[in-house]
T-cell receptor, first 113, second 114 residues
Framework: DAGITQSPRHKVTETGTPVTLRCHQT?????MYWYRQDPGHGLRLIHY???????DKGEVSDGYSVSRSKTEDFLLTLESATSSQTSVYFC????????????FGPGTRLTVL | AQSVTQPDIHITVSEGASLELRCNYS??????LFWYVQSPGQGLQLLLK??????LVQGIKGFEAEFKRSQSSFNLRKPSVHWSDAAEYFC????????????FGKGTHLIIQP
């Protein structure tokens, strides 16, 4: 499996506070992704990156921003957390975009009170 | 845009029985298809994938899946399930040639009865 770590693994925060989730990979994969998983919705793409400083929006990007300053790190920021952003967040990496296998991190469980 | 439908939210199977999980996709061109499994509290693990060639693909843990273009389906099968197969199963489709992510179905929760 690809070496993908996410931090923190669990976080509880309050509405209106900023939150940053980190994804770190050791596989030198070009592509990185952030998904959120909610009951009854499966996984939905938030943002993705196709290289350092190259990012784009996914299906559910409102309220989220991302940054990628190094190949190995992909940050997801909730500028002002809302209760609707309570979810499990997964980072994934891949070598060739949507035509290649994506490898998933262990997830971050975020609760916004 | 592509989409994936997993018609069964929950499936209950007796240990040792055969299993088939259904997946239907919508995509205009040749799809890239995946099955992932998620154990409770864990991330997703790839079971198998189809890109081209033989329409019957073999995966890990004794799983296989068959791509049927005429039915827009990619059903997952296993001849004899084990209690450890209890998990959430996700079918996903990739658009091909793009940098964007996969589109996932909503998942099928597999329960194994002793």
């Amino acid at each position: 499996d690809a070496g993908i770590t996410q931090s923190p693994r669990h976080k509880v925060t309050e509405t209106g506070t900023p939150v940053t989730l980190r994804c770190h990979q050791t596989e030198n994969h070009r592509y990185m992704y952030w998904y959120r998983q909610d009951p009854g919705h499966g996984l939905r793409l938030i943002h993705y990156s196709y290289g350092v400083k190259d990012t784009d929006k996914g299906e559910v990007s409102d309220g989220y921003s991302v940054s990628r300053s190094k190949t190995e790190d992909f940050l997801l920021t909730l500028e002002s957390a809302t209760s609707s952003q309570t979810s499990v967040y997964f980072c994934a990496t891949g070598g060739a975009g949507s035509t290649d296998t994506q490898y998933f991190g262990p997830g971050t469980r975020l609760t916004v009170l | 845009a592509q989409s994936v439908t997993q018609p069964d939210i929950h499936i209950t199977v007796s240990e040792g029985a055969s299993l088939e999980l259904r997946c239907n996709y919508s995509y205009g061109a040749t799809p890239y298809l995946f099955w992932y499994v998620q154990s409770p509290g864990q991330g997703l693990q790839l079971l198998l994938k189809y890109f081209s060639g033989d329409t019957l693909v073999q995966g890990i843990k004794g799983f296989e899946a068959e791509f049927k273009r005429s039915q827009s389906s990619f059903n997952l099968r296993k001849p004899s399930v084990h209690w450890s197969d209890a998990a959430e199963y996700f079918c996903a489709v990739g658009a091909g040639g793009g940098a964007d992510g996969l589109t996932f179905g909503k998942g099928t929760h597999l329960i194994i009865q002793p």
